[in-house]
């Protein structure tokens, strides 16, 4: 039932299986169960995706209600199209690792990137000091 | 619960009123926080027996391995002392049956869980088999005979709740619910025993029912679930209604109609689609689905039910249900494939029922909803054509979708209002203002469509029209009490405080342009005097400069001085080429102070004949400067340039600057009320008189203007009545002289006494 033609809105996304990228990088899949005014989501059967790489490992997390504001994308999960990917699902434990393992290297690479330019007499100023925008 | 027992008879009444009061209150206010369920003994009593129940029924089902992981019950909790240890093993008689049965059976001892029927059933099975009207063993708090397990429950409820409003009740049947029907305490027993019960594993994952509500007062718990208990506040003036539902609050679910047809079609539903899963939901409860499946339990109600009937309806029943509604019964065929459980945990999809509970939804239900938009006219048809050829095309998603458990746990009402909320912001009064693209887009497109189409036909393009949106007004007259200064601040949410109490002054058209023009004028004025300040004060650094200056820069800036100096007269001027002082821009620099200070510094550097010029018209127009120059003081600035300038005048020119000063009938008066124009006469005729009496051969004598001047002046000065002659700066010395040639002895005296000319020089 199109409910506002001409227009986006999320009431036809009710009831569907939904990928929800978060402002602090989380990926969440879940079904959208109900929204209101503002994009607030209702997900069901939430699964946090992580991605390391070509693996994915999916922590399940039960019911989200997500604020909307924190809402960086989403998108209808087709379910056909949903299980042919090349990225390959390892357990959790796993894919945790991977990624401590990724964090560990990024932060490594950003502290001898810190350090060459501090030698060069350079300095960037660390991201989460910045303003946001 | 404990009342004291006091000695002092009033003391004992007052506590206790206050105990009671306080107990009451307590208990309202659990009521009102957890719900009328929330009674620390039941809740306890209940536990137990749950507890209990499980371990019976987990006896019964015995070491079948538990296929499904489910995280162990945590209710595993010793029963309290309190219930009687089951006798006998809620049965054999479970296995004996077959699938439906089971259910029901099964159905009927969760049921059975409740404390009320608890205590009855501490042998279950006997429960199972019941005939339903009455029990054999009366629930431990005796209720009177209970025609039915749900119903004596429900009394029991009601004894147990103490004087709690009616409105509690769908509140208590959450919470009740979910402490006695949890599926964690149900599940194990059922899951492990029936795993390919599809019944089973629905339970599992999603619990049981609460209760089926008291058939009457549908409405008042129905709103009362979604409203928070009334809070008591009074109306504030000013503020926003009070209202019973929060502003925010989602529409509450329409449930009268739902429970009315599903009274009526009872169905023989199957259930189908067994479910792995991982996590049952902590709470299954929720209005919609509950409701929906109270309402179809209600043929629980009734009397023994037909064998093969599911009792207990299931969410995927539910939805059959529904889908039976929509006119395909029944569905029970083949189950729904089930779609691989790959990534992580997810049930399959089942998709949503049609979203409209009730009559048959028309087969075009993807119409666009005519009430929530404004479209283009042109915009609307292009989205039907679109739509249709959609439907058209995907019929086959429809089937996907019709079993999903947890669909439509946002009703059609919410839907709504949300789209409501979201298409209030598209209202507006001006389309062409607020979205002039958008309409000229579709506009075009109709135009090239008719066009192509028939280029013949030429209709007009349709417009949109939409609904003007009345601006409503909203001022909030501040509350004011007669007789009281000032208004009482009510500040709301609509009515921020005021912070300051501006109050427009309105002026006439016409009051502000002379206001404006006078600014103007003053601000022009004050310009120009500006810019020949920075004049003057270059020229008057011009000896500075020229000490300063190497020999051969000299020439330069002499003549930039000189340069200068004429700009600065240029000023003064009435045109190019005249070289007469321009009254009126004289006028106009005196007026103001600045400009009087202006001129005084400036005399002095211009060249004699210009000078002359400056002076002259200051004299002519003394008058006038003498009314802007109420305070004397400021054009008494002007004396010592002046009385320079003066003393360099030839003699024709002073007796010019006598006769302007003169000027006009009844000028000399008002003169000679001005301090400085006392004081520049005096100038004049001391010049005069130093003239004569220096030089024999002046020429002052040769016309009698002079002579007629002074003696003009002379008559003035007598006549004028001393209150209005001012003091002068000062009094030069040779005025007797002056005087003495023309006048005889006796006006000289009389001189004398008025001007206070002594004879003897200051």
Redesign the interface.
């Known amino acids: 039932?199109?409910?506002?033609?001409?227009?986006a809105?999320l009431?036809e996304d009710?009831?569907k299986?939904h990928l929800v990228l978060l402002r602090d990088g989380r990926t969440l899949?879940g079904?959208l169960?109900?929204?209101?005014?503002f994009a607030n989501l209702?997900l069901?059967?939430t699964?946090e995706?992580i991605h390391v790489g070509k693996k994915y490992g999916?922590i399940?997390r039960?019911?989200f209600i997500v604020r909307g504001e924190n809402v960086v994308l989403l998108g209808e999960i087709d379910?056909e199209k949903?299980?042919d990917t090349v990225l390959k699902?390892v357990s959790i434990e796993e894919i945790l690792e991977e990624q401590r393992a990724q964090q560990q290297t990024k932060v490594e690479a950003e502290r001898a990137k810190l350090q060459a330019l501090k030698e060069r007499g350079l300095s960037i100023p660390r991201p989460d000091v910045l303003d946001e925008y | 619960m404990f009342r004291f027992q006091s000695l002092d008879d009033d003391c004992t009444l007052e506590e206790e009123e206050g105990l009671v009061e306080e107990e009451d209150e307590i208990d309202q206010f659990n009521d009102d926080t957890f719900g009328a369920g929330a009674i620390d003994d039941d809740w306890q009593e209940e536990h137990a027996r749950l507890a209990e129940l499980d371990e019976r029924v987990q006896d019964i089902v015995g070491g079948g391995g538990d296929t499904v992981a489910l995280p162990p019950p945590a209710v595993c909790v010793p029963p309290p002392s309190s219930l009687p240890p089951p006798s006998s093993l809620p049965p054999p008689g479970l296995e004996e049956r077959g699938g439906g049965d089971f259910a029901e059976s099964l159905a009927r001892l969760i049921l059975g869980a409740d404390p009320a029927i608890a205590g009855v059933g501490a042998a279950g099975h006997d429960r199972i088999r019941l005939p339903p009207p009455t029990h054999s063993q009366p629930p431990p708090s005796t209720l009177p005979g209970p025609s039915h397990p749900l119903l004596g429950y429900q009394q029991h409820q009601h004894l147990l709740r103490r004087g709690t409003a009616p409105l509690q009740m769908n509140s208590h049947n959450i919470w009740e619910n979910s402490m006695g029907f949890g599926p964690v305490s149900v599940t194990p027993v059922l899951g492990t025993h029936m795993e390919d019960s599809p019944l089973m594993s629905i339970i599992k994952e999603v619990g049981l029912p609460k209760r089926p509500p008291p058939i009457r007062s549908e409405d008042s718990r129905d709103l009362s679930e979604r409203v928070p208990p009334p809070r008591s506040s009074s109306p504030v003036i000013g503020s926003p209604p009070v209202r019973a539902v929060p502003i925010g609050t989602p529409p509450k679910q329409p449930m009268s109609h739902v429970l009315n047809q599903q009274l009526h079609c009872p169905t023989a539903v199957h259930v189908r689609a067994p479910v792995q899963h991982r996590y049952p939901p902590p709470f299954p409860e929720r209005l919609s689905p509950n409701t929906l499946l109270n309402i179809a339990n209600s043929p629980l109600c009734r009397p023994p039910f037909p064998a093969g009937v599911g009792p207990v309806l299931s969410q995927i029943q539910r939805a059959q249900l529904l889908n039976s509604q929509v006119g395909a019964f029944p569905r029970g065929g083949p189950a729904p494939p089930l779609l691989p459980g790959g990534g992580g945990g997810f049930r399959p999809f089942f998709g949503q029922p049609p979203p409209r509970i009730g009559p048959h939804i028309p087969p075009n239900h993807n119409a666009i909803r005519h009430n929530t938009t404004h479209l283009h006219p042109q915009h609307r048809r292009m989205l039907t054509q679109r739509l249709q050829s959609r439907g058209d095309r995907g019929g086959r998603v429809g089937d996907r979708r019709i079993r999903d458990p947890y669909s439509n746990l946002m009703t059609q009402r919410e839907k709504d209002w949300v789209a409501r909320i979201q298409m209030m912001q598209l209202q507006s009064t001006d389309p062409y203002l607020d979205d002039y693209y958008y309409q000229n887009y579709y506009e075009k497109m109709e135009k090239r469509q008719e066009r192509d189409r028939d280029s013949t036909r030429k209709e007009h393009t349709t417009k949109l029209i939409t609904p003007q949106v009345a601006k409503l007004e909203h001022t909030y007259r501040p509350v004011q009490f007669a007789g009281s200064l000032g208004k009482l601040t009510m500040s709301s949410v609509n009515n921020p405080r005021k912070m300051i109490d501006a109050v427009v002054t309105s002026r006439t058209d016409d009051e502000e342009k002379r206001e404006k023009q006078v600014w103007n004028k003053r601000r022009q004025i004050l310009y120009t005097v500006e810019k020949m300040y920075s004049l003057l004060l270059e020229v008057q650094d011009f000896e500075k400069k020229f000490i300063q200056t190497p020999e051969e820069q000299r020439e330069a800036l002499l003549e930039q001085h000189k340069s200068h100096t004429l700009q600065l007269y240029n000023t003064l001027r009435e045109r190019e080429w005249d070289e007469r002082v321009s009254d009126e821009q004289c006028l106009m620099i005196m007026s103001v102070r600045k400009g009087k200070r202006l001129v005084s510094r400036l005399l002095p550097f211009l060249p004699p004949p210009q000078a002359a010029a400056v002076v002259m018209a200051i004299a002519r127009n003394m008058p006038a400067l003498a009314k802007k120059d109420k305070q004397d003081q400021v054009l008494c600035w002007l004396v010592e340039p002046v009385a320079v300038v003066i003393q360099s005048l030839s003699s024709s020119a002073l007796t010019d600057l006598l006769q302007e000063l003169q000027g006009s009938e009844g000028q000399l008066p008002r003169v000679l009320q001005n301090k400085f124009g006392v004081t520049l006469l005096y100038l004049i005729l001391s010049e005069g008189e130093r003239m004569q009496s220096s030089d024999p051969n002046c020429q002052l004598m040769d016309d009698n203007r002079w002579t007629e001047l002074v003696f003009s002046v002379t008559r003035e000065l007598l006549k004028v009545p001393s209150s209005s002659l001012s003091p002068p700066l000062f009094t030069p010395p040779n005025l007797l002289s002056l005087f003495s040639r023309y006048v005889d002895r006796q006006r000289l005296e009389l001189l004398q006494e008025k001007l206070q000319i002594s004879a003897l020089s200051r």
């Open positions: 039932m199109n409910y506002m033609p001409g227009t809105s009431i009710i009831d299986k899949i079904f169960r109900s929204i209101d005014q209702v069901h059967q699964v995706r999916d399940p039960g019911i379910l949903e299980y699902q």
